[in-house]
C-alpha cells in the first residue's frame, strides 16, 4: 500500500472547472489539504457533500471507505484541526465561496493562535 501523500482540492479542481469555475478560483490556498494518496485518488471529482458525506456516515456504519476516520469525534477533530468548516459534508457548488470565506477565517485564527503560543 502507498502511504504518499497527496496535496487535495476539497472543492475537487475537475468537480469546479466542469461547473464553470476558473484555475485561479479551485486552485485557491483555502482549498488544498494534505491527504493520503489513495484517498485522493478515491475521491476524485465529487463534491464535498459526496465524499465528505461518506466519510461520516462510514463513522456510523462502520464501514471504512475513505481512510481510516471511524468515529463521529475523530471525523470532528480532524475537521478542526485542517480548519474545515463543519457543514463541508453538507456543501455542493454554491457554497463553494462561502467556505472559502470561513477556512480564511478558520486558518487565521489557527495562525494567530499559534503564533501567540510562542
Known sequence: MNTGGDIHHIFPWQYLKENGFSQSQYNQVENYVYVQQEINIKVGKRSPADY???IREQCQSGKLAFGGIDT???FEANLEANCIPGTIYE???KD???F???RRI???RKIKCFYQSL
Open 72 to 74: 463521529l469525534p475523530d
Open 106 to 108: 478558520l486558518m487565521a
Open 96 to 98: 463553494y465561496d462561502e
Open 91 to 93: 456543501m455542493t457548488l
Open 52 to 54: 465528505i458525506g461518506q
Open 100 to 102: 472559502l470565506g470561513v
